[in-house]
């Protein structure tokens, strides 16, 4: 267990749709990263938030938005959903914004786009 | 810009042979470099990382990677295969360009052998 947890671990939606993906990081851990994992691109990186303020963006889609709170969660959002968003998303969190530290990964959110 | 390349998106070992998972990376700034494994329908753990300390890094459950400047690589090697070990396994490299964001390889799933 790496002390991320994501809520929930499975979501199966419709087309058009808009779903929110929940993170809750590591007791004390600044840093939040969101990941997105599917068989034709891999592991890609989507977006980082740095104690509530975002840091930095990846191959995030328009359609695509989070935050971070001050209680540190953070939360995912997908609106207008298509197929191709089906994926695994991972939250990852790491103490503070450094090379050195390690990122600890959530168990995954599954979501399934009919 | 930074990239990962794992050669060989299966690798099949006996158990008790010699596990060697390949990965190169480029980067035009020295590298931190990760392994993480991925067990089925759980999240990403941390195997071992380098972050320009000991060329020759150790991680958990007897694996270890050695950096390689001269050859932009840093291979993953476990001496005895055992069956637990059976996961898909991540190279990943990270340095600061707006975030240290972990950058993927593809991925090689390791599968053993009775």
Known sequence: DSGVTQTPKHLITATGQRVTLRCSPRSGDLSVYWYQQSLDQGLQFLIQYYNGEERAKGNILERFSAQQFPDLHSELNLSSLELGDSALYFCASSVEDRGTDTQYFGPGTRLTVL | ?114
């Open chain 2, 1 to 114: 810009a930074q990239s990962v390349t794992q050669l060989g998106s299966h690798v099949s070992v006996s158990e008790g042979a010699l596990v060697l998972l390949r990965c190169n990376y480029s980067s035009s700034v020295p590298p931190y470099l990760f392994w993480y494994v991925q067990y089925p329908n759980q999240g990403l753990q941390l195997l071992l990382k380098y972050t320009s300390a000991a060329t020759l890094v150790k991680g958990i459950n007897g694996f270890e990677a050695e950096f390689k400047k001269s050859e932009t690589s840093f291979h993953l090697t476990k001496p005895s295969a055992h069956m637990s070990d059976a996961a898909e396994y991540f190279c990943a490299v990270s340095r600061m360009d707006s975030s240290y964001k972990l950058i993927f390889g593809s991925g090689t799933r390791l599968l053993v052998r009775p």
